[in-house]
């Protein structure tokens, strides 16, 4: 039996009332949804989000349209509803992993807050996550009911929220493995993992002079890929040389005298070879151009 009752508005909805409906199921196994702007089933409902005009975590009242809103970060992003449900409930939802939980909401609630209300700046642009959940919304030209979208929509979104919490904690459980690839590398400048795990964020943090990482594939074939400028930045701290782009097989070992050199990408930013030592003789290359 559904104990709990969250009401949520009607009609079209946006990313952070889906992804807060979504977060939530995180925390009850069964509630009664309930989608409306009816101010006396609003006021009889356990949790409100993104409607009501109020907020109070401690009633269970999580909207943010109200005058003044509902506060902003330290960095001045605002909180829209998901934003204001990941404050009261993130934690829980990551296990009690406070790292986690601000992972998350730095990575993701914060973004879709963001756009939410109309905070743009340092917003990538580009098809959005928050723009995907629109387009669960029936169009002028289909039958569809929005409260069956929202399902649809709310079913994605937690699939989402749960695999990014995923990806994130395996971030961050990776942090001492790269840390310790870092400590141990015979040149600094080539930093070897003996099995893939996320490293840029790390590699940024400890190292300034890291300029490529070498690593197995999933296919056992070796990697080298170069260090970025920053997370997220196209620009690399040193390129791959430019007589590699976009070669492969025979093509590229003619160039670098590897008889099981792979590949290297057209931008300059990853090769490969079949072996360890040859990967290792591609970064000894790369560092000499």
Known sequence: MNDITIATHNGNFHADDVFSIAALKHIFPAFNLVRTRDLDIIAKADIVIDVGGEYDPDTGRFDHHQRGGAGARENGIPYSSFGLIWQKYGLAICQDNQELADAVDTELVSTIDAIDCGHVEGVATGISLSQTIAMFNPTWQEDSHFDSCFDEAVDFAARVLTRFIAAANGGISAKDIVAKAIENAEDARV???????????????????????????????????????????????????????????????????????????????????????????????ALKE
């Open 191 to 285: 930093i070897v993992l003996e099995k893939y795990t996320p490293w840029k964020r790390t590699v940024h943090a400890l190292s300034t002079e890291a300029l490529y990482m070498v690593y197995p594939s999933g296919s056992g074939q070796w990697r080298i890929q170069t260090v970025p400028v920053e997370p997220g930045s196209f620009e690399d701290r040193k390129s791959l040389p430019k007589a590699w782009a976009g070669l492969s097989e025979q093509a590229l070992r003619d160039v670098t005298g590897l008889d099981d050199a792979m590949f290297c990408h057209n931008g300059l930013f990853i090769a490969g070879a079949e072996s360890f030592a040859s990967t290792m003789k591609m970064a000894a290359m």
